[in-house]
């Protein structure tokens, strides 16, 4: 979340930067509030310091004016509170400012491709798509899936489920060996305060799956990515600078409503409510946001690299990035089926944006206390992954071919056929 001194100190560039992201907020309206929340701050302690002289002074005939004093104080706080929760809730939802290298832009059109790699297969045949393939090799079931429990889930079976389980060991095992990340195991809920930490709440609260508790004033919800319950491991922390960064990974369910996909992908295993992914979240000093940025980038890309999939690199614009972003890199891997690139992975800096919301600080060599950074990205989407592995490497026969970095994952099978 912003905070209010850094948009009364530059009033002119923070209106700037929300234009960039092509959003209409009335900071005019932020300042007033800031003003009056600030005047009855003025008020009540003007109040009390007299109360605490007409303590001070134990004198009787004073009482009845301390008894007024102490209901205009009653009444001052409420008209603050109320003032101060209408600020707070502009500010909660502004997204991230945008970082000065990031292309402005309105949608995706204006995003940046920064790089392609590996070769886009050439096919004899034409290619079918993922959940034809699935579907041919008995080994996904979409019809049961909605039979069971709703559209936008499905069952994986057989060497599919064992080829996706064998992605997760592997990105895994890549990020902890060759990346130095450290694994985490979390827990897969989140409490509301958790979930605006990281961004997620109050703007996205309609895309989320709320638990039903007995206790209807906890809020609970399934964890939407591995990111929030990750980040929120330093919430209200003071770090020392000698333990960062913080480098963590973890391999979960994730919980999305697609509140805002109804009709887009409907098909196949794009756009799930239930899907896995394998996380990487760093915590770092502010200053070093950028440089882990391409870091994390790098660590995403080389998955794909050992996987033998052709992707690019694209950066986003500003109208086009998360609300918690500063600076986002999308890996698009290419499917054959659609003939274009997919998103398979986005990696963001945000800045000291979610560490604000978190009160998530460290301290530095000067021993000044600042917010940290934090940054997160997918490394990989298993369920995508999965879905380029189907469509990059099938036969002509509808048969699949293992990609040679997964085969001692998967008992050293070489090809994935229909029995």
């Given at each position: 979340m912003h905070n209010i001194k850094d948009i009364r100190k530059d009033t002119k560039n923070f209106k700037l930067s929300l234009k960039k992201r092509f959003l209409e907020i009335d900071v005019d309206r932020i300042l007033k509030l800031d003003e009056e929340n600030r005047k009855y701050i003025q008020k009540k302690e003007t109040f009390e310091r007299e109360k605490k002289d007409i303590s001070k002074s134990k004198d009787k005939t004073l009482f009845s004016k301390s008894k007024k004093i102490t209901d205009e104080i009653e009444k001052i706080?409420?008209?603050?509170?109320?003032?101060?929760?209408?600020?707070?809730?502009?500010?909660?939802?502004?997204?991230?400012?945008?970082?000065?290298?990031?292309?402005?832009?309105?949608?995706?059109?204006?995003?940046?491709?920064?790089?392609?790699?590996?070769?886009?297969?050439?096919?004899?045949?034409?290619?079918?798509?993922?959940?034809?393939?699935?579907?041919?090799?008995?080994?996904?079931?979409?019809?049961?899936?909605?039979?069971?429990?709703?559209?936008?889930?499905?069952?994986?079976?057989?060497?599919?489920?064992?080829?996706?389980?064998?992605?997760?060991?592997?990105?895994?095992?890549?990020?902890?060996?060759?990346n130095a990340y450290?694994?985490?195991?979390?827990?897969?809920?989140?409490?509301?305060?958790?979930?605006?930490?990281?961004?997620?709440?109050?703007?996205?609260?309609?895309?989320?799956?709320?638990?039903?508790?007995?206790?209807?004033a906890d809020r609970k919800?399934?964890?939407?990515?591995?990111?929030?319950?990750?980040?929120?491991?330093?919430k209200e922390k003071i770090i020392d600078k000698k333990n960062l960064p913080i480098r963590i990974v973890a391999s979960t369910p994730c919980f999305r409503k697609e509140a805002g996909s109804y009709g887009k992908d409907t098909k196949g295993m794009i756009r799930q409510h239930q899907?896995?992914?394998?996380?990487?979240?760093?915590?770092?000093?502010?200053?070093e946001c950028m440089s882990e940025l391409e870091r994390m980038t790098n660590c995403a890309t080389k998955i794909l690299d050992l996987l033998e999939l052709p992707y690019r690199k694209i950066i986003l614009c500003t109208g086009d990035m998360g609300f918690s972003a500063e600076k986002t890199y999308d890996i698009e891997v290419w499917l054959p089926s659609e003939k274009k690139y997919r998103e398979i992975s986005s990696?963001?800096?945000?800045?000291?944006?979610?560490?604000?919301?978190?009160?998530?600080?460290?301290?530095?060599?000067?021993?000044?206390?600042?917010?940290?950074?934090?940054?997160?990205?997918?490394?990989?989407?298993?369920?995508?992954?999965?879905?380029?592995?189907?469509?990059?490497?099938?036969?002509?026969?509808?048969?699949?071919?293992?990609?040679?970095?997964?085969?001692?994952?998967?008992?050293?099978?070489e090809k994935i056929n229909k029995f």
């Open positions: 706080n409420k008209l603050q509170t109320n003032i101060k929760n209408e600020l707070n809730e502009i500010l909660s939802l502004i997204p991230n400012i945008p970082h000065d290298d990031v292309p402005v832009g309105k949608d995706e059109k204006s995003n940046i491709e920064v790089l392609k790699s590996g070769k886009i297969p050439n096919f004899s045949f034409t290619p079918k798509s993922h959940y034809e393939l699935g579907e041919d090799l008995n080994m996904l079931d979409f019809d049961l899936a909605t039979k069971t429990t709703g559209s936008r889930f499905v069952f994986v079976k057989d060497k599919l489920a064992l080829l996706e389980r064998a992605l997760s060991n592997f990105m895994l095992d890549t990020h902890i060996n060759q450290k694994e985490i195991s979390p827990p897969l809920i989140a409490t509301a305060n958790s979930m605006f930490g990281t961004g997620q709440l109050p703007k996205f609260d309609n895309d989320q799956f709320e638990l039903k508790l007995d206790d209807s919800f399934l964890i939407p990515t591995a990111e929030v319950i990750l980040t929120n491991m330093v899907f896995y992914k394998v996380e990487m979240v760093s915590i770092v000093e502010i200053e990696c963001s800096s945000c800045s000291s944006f979610q560490s604000r919301r978190m009160k998530a600080r460290y301290k530095n060599e000067n021993n000044e206390i600042l917010f940290a950074g934090t940054l997160n990205g997918s490394g990989l989407a298993i369920g995508r992954t999965l879905i380029a592995i189907l469509e990059n490497y099938q036969q002509n026969d509808g048969s699949i071919l293992v990609p040679k970095i997964l085969r001692p994952y998967m008992n050293n099978i």
